[in-house]
């Protein structure tokens, strides 16, 4: 049975509607991938990094650290803290970051990189939080890395440097009293505060917080996780002169810590002991000794010094490790400095054995 002239009529028909419809949804398909180009690449109700700050900051304000979160955050939120979450990419971040290293502080100095490193990686660790508490979908900061700096403390401290500076301590009065009525008690904390760090290497708030009931017969003592820094509990040995420097200390009553203030029995404040130790180091012409890249002596660089000090005298790099409580040896060799000193030491007698040498003669072919 031949098809009909309407049949085929009919077919033709379709066919040529079937590729009007297949050409329509092409066009259709285009037009909305150039949409999808020309339409912002946000959510409109994707958060603003103040946003993320402010939920973040309802969860982890209560926490010990947060002023140092708080303080690395506030130059990104200052300046672009309107923006969506999703658009600090490393691309509006090494925007942030040159405009940053021309801001200076309220000392005058410009900030340096590895303080712009601390910034990026707080900066991720509140993105990191926004992620998983599913206010956005990934980290646009992830792919950014940090500027190579240098890591390793070039600031090295002797003994007879700390001595000099004990010695200044001891000097120390109070500036509100006249001499004949100050008890040496700020000249009496300040020296045990010291020695706590160079002698046994603790950090700032580690021997801010030191009990006297904690201190054992022997000079033993155990820091409690929660000031330690990597919250860990670690046991440390006092030196004789740093027990005996603790105990010239009068004791506050109603209180077991060691640095109180005598009229409330609170614990005296991290401004009080960098505000007298700068006045010692001045006294004392410490600050004489830091490095080119450093601008001045820090409590820190007793801990570092006492770790050299140690190196030196031949303890293992374990017990090392141990007394400064860092979870990695490689962390802890930033502080030693005795390999590398022997090394250039060798080379340097060797030399001087090579020069001593009698020449050679030639030898003839």
């Known amino acids: 049975m031949t098809p009909s002239a309407s049949d085929e009529g009919l077919r033709s028909a379709l066919r040529a509607a079937w590729a009007e419809n297949k050409e329509l949804r092409r066009t259709v398909a285009t ?30 304000g209560h926490e010990r650290s947060w002023s140092h979160v708080w303080w690395r955050l506030q130059p990104l939120l200052r300046r672009i803290g309107e923006l969506p979450a999703p658009e600090l990419n490393p691309a509006r971040w090494e925007q942030h970051r040159s405009i940053r290293r021309l801001e200076p502080d309220r000392r005058g100095a410009f900030p340096h990189e590895y303080t712009l490193n601390i910034e990026l990686t707080r900066a991720k660790e509140m993105l990191n939080w926004a992620v998983a508490s599913g206010m956005i979908l990934f980290n646009p900061l992830a792919p950014a890395r940090n500027v190579p700096t240098v890591c390793e403390r070039e600031t090295r401290l002797r003994q007879g440097d700390v001595d000099g500076l004990l010695a200044a301590c001891a000097n120390l009065r109070d500036e509100r009293k006249p001499d004949a009525k100050d008890d040496g008690r700020r000249a009496a904390l300040l020296r045990a505060f010291v020695l706590c760090c160079f002698d046994s290497m603790l950090r700032f708030n580690e021997a801010r917080h030191l009990r006297r009931d904690l201190i054992g017969s022997d000079g033993t003592y155990t820091l409690s996780w929660t000031t330690t820094k990597n919250r860990k509990a670690r046991t440390v040995v006092l030196t004789p002169r740093t027990v005996e420097a603790i105990a010239a200390v009068e004791a506050v009553p109603g209180t077991h810590h060691v640095f109180a203030n005598p009229e409330t029995g609170d614990l005296l404040g991290e401004t009080f002991f960098r505000r007298f130790f700068r006045r010692a180091c001045k006294a004392s012409g410490i600050d004489a000794r830091c490095a080119p890249g450093d601008k001045r002596i820090v409590v820190h660089h007793l801990r570092h010094a006492g770790a050299s000090e140690a190196d030196e005298a031949g303890a293992r790099p374990g017990a090392i490790k141990d007394a400064l409580g860092h979870s990695r040896l490689a962390t802890t060799e930033k502080y030693l400095h005795r390999e590398k000193t022997e090394s250039a030491r060798h080379v340097a007698e060797m030399m001087v054995v090579a020069a001593r040498r009698p020449p050679q003669r030639a030898r003839r072919n």
């Open 31 to 60: 037009q909305a991938r150039l949409l999808s180009l020309l339409s912002p690449e946000t959510h409109p109700a994707a958060p603003s990094l103040n946003c993320c700050y402010w939920l973040y900051s309802l969860v982890r």
